[in-house]
């Protein structure tokens, strides 16, 4: 493959997307009310159309017929580089906000950035996806506020959440060998740039909701490198199961 | 109502606004403002359509059914999906508007006016029922993605109200 860094920074982008999407998606018909229901599964729905664009475009990097579905749906789980916070399951719906709260205040920091990039392509996806995006933020600040800010019991559900997933946290900024390469050239972005303006965001409404912002010194990584934690395999054998059974169907 | 980007043949104008966008029927694709530009090229009619968020499962569709319409008029064509400049609630025309409306969506208000109502619960969307603003959100998501769910105090109804998207 010619433009090999750049197939691989556009799944380390998109992957994180088609993950939480597939997470989301579980949520379909099982939301706590109606209302979140909707709401999960429209976020869902923007997130699959924004990896839908990604795959799109790598497809066309990678060339020899390869296509969108294809790197969806056929590759094997240590191919995938999304990072684990997205694939954490959604337990509780204090788990579900947290999590979405968790990658949103980076997803909106890193496509505000991608925005500028000289790909013309990854440019035009940011610029989209912000508007969509921006939107989930102010969703997921406003449960973790309610939560965070409401009974006793909601309280401490979000609190537990926040705790389980921080670890998770550390490895939205580190960078991979793709990474470096394309901020070189002026095409992808510095997540390690990120990572203060992060903080200050997440620590604003953890502190609106009266949570605590946990004093990890130790974090998990790993699904960047394709190394990931057990539950990833459960959400793909779920995600692939079609192609895998009946092999190049199509609707 | 557009940028000056969008570049339409005349000739084609008519035939695009029969196609209707297949998630608000009453509203042509044209009225939407996803219709970019729409020119020949030779015997070719090149038509670029953009969509109005990224996972807007009706893309597929609106690609078909324009290509039908041109075949139709007996000519050929070819559909590209463009991102770029992306899709804004100001390119749905003052007609567009108005038929949102008549169909029961409430149209977008202004950037301001719309996080006055979706965030700080402001009553100023307009039921599209009995036209009373004594309004309430009831989800920031509605039944598709470009929308929210609104109910009015008044008459009792629930109904869509269009995001705004700048």
């Known amino acids: ?188 972005v510095d997540v390690t740039k990120l990572r203060d303006a992060y903080l200050e965001k997440v620590s604003t409404i953890l502190e609106e909701a009266t949570l605590k912002i946990p004093e990890n010194k130790w974090f998990q990584k790993g699904g960047k490198q394709g190394i990931h934690t057990e539950h990833l395999g459960y959400l793909l054998s779920d995600l692939q199961y079609m192609q895998r059974t009946y092999p190049n169907m199509e609707w | 109502m557009t940028t000056t980007e969008q570049q339409i043949d005349e000739k084609l104008i008519p035939i695009l606004e029969q196609v209707s966008d297949p998630e608000i029927p009453v509203l042509s694709i044209m009225e939407m403002g996803v219709v970019r530009s729409a020119i020949f090229e030779n015997d070719l009619v090149k038509v670029q359509i953009t969509p109005t968020y990224s996972g807007c499962p009706a893309m597929d569709v609106i690609g078909d059914d324009i290509q039908k319409a041109l075949s139709d008029a007996g000519y050929q064509s070819e559909i590209e999906l463009i991102l770029a400049p992306a899709w804004t609630t100001d390119w749905i025309t003052p007609k567009g ?51 929210a769910l609104f109910k009015c105090d008044d008459c009792q109804e629930p109904f869509d109200y269009f995001k705004c998207l700048k």
């Open chain 2, 97 to 147: 508007r108005k038929a949102l409306e008549e169909y029961g969506i409430a149209a977008p208000l202004d950037p301001i006016a719309d996080k006055e109502a979706l965030l700080e619960g402001k009553r100023i969307v307009k039921c599209t029922n009995c036209g009373s603003k004594n309004t309430k959100l009831v989800s920031q998501f509605g039944s598709t993605a470009c929308k």
């Open chain 1, 1 to 188: 493959m010619k433009n090999e860094s750049l197939y691989k920074y556009i799944l380390g982008i998109a992957d994180n997307s088609l993950i939480l999407g597939q997470r989301l998606g579980e949520l379909c018909g099982h939301g706590p009310n109606l209302e979140i229901d909707i709401a999960c599964t429209n976020i869902s729905l923007d997130l699959l159309g924004q990896t839908r664009s990604y795959y799109q475009y790598a497809a066309k990097i990678k060339g020899d017929n390869t296509t969108e579905d294809d790197i969806a749906f056929l590759r094997k789980e240590r191919e995938y580089i999304n990072v684990l916070l997205v694939e954490q399951p959604n337990k509780d719906f204090a788990h579900t906000m947290a999590r979405q709260f968790l990658f949103d205040a980076y997803h909106l920091l890193l496509l505000q950035e991608l925005e500028k990039s000289h790909d013309m392509t990854l440019a035009a996806i940011a610029k989209k996806s912000i508007k969509e995006v921006s939107y989930h933020l102010r969703f997921s600040s406003d449960w973790v506020k309610r939560l965070g800010d409401g009974t006793k019991e909601s309280h401490e559900r979000m609190q537990n959440a926040i705790d389980s997933l921080w670890t998770y946290t550390d490895e939205l900024f580190h960078q991979t060998e793709a990474d470096i390469v394309m901020v070189e050239e002026g095409i992808g």
